[in-house]
């Protein structure tokens, strides 16, 4: 597979996965969209611009995900309790796909509980 195949591949699993990457990466502190976007860059080597990101933390915080903060002008996001909770039921169930996928009966249904 070529290395722009892969590439895509991954940017692709990254944005099905933004809201979750976000969540993750507000736990471990507050951070402006900015740091976000360079965070998500030099963890999974994708870039988005922050016409992706804005709107999407703007959508989280609608929904109570992450509260937004602006100290000295600049905005620092971080994640509320509902978004910490719904970034471990989404890890959870995102393993669990992850182990049928990576098992060796992926063709049969089985309960992932």
Do not use: W
């Not at 915080?61 to 509320?80: D, H, I, L, N, W």
């Amino acid at each position: 597979m070529s290395s722009s195949s892969s590439l895509r591949i991954r940017e692709r699993c990254v944005k099905n996965a933004l809201d979750l990457i976000i969540l993750k990466t507000l736990e471990e502190e507050p951070k402006g969209g900015y740091e976000i976007i360079a965070h998500i860059h030099n963890t999974f080597q994708v870039l988005f611009s922050p016409g992706t990101i804005y709107p999407l933390l703007e959508a989280m915080e609608q929904r109570g995900m992450v509260k937004r903060a602006v100290p000295s002008g600049k905005r620092f996001y971080t994640s509320t309790e509902k978004g910490r909770e719904l970034s471990k039921r989404i890890t959870f169930e995102c393993m669990a796909v992850y182990r049928i996928l990576t098992s060796e009966t992926i063709g049969t249904r089985r309960n992932v509980e």
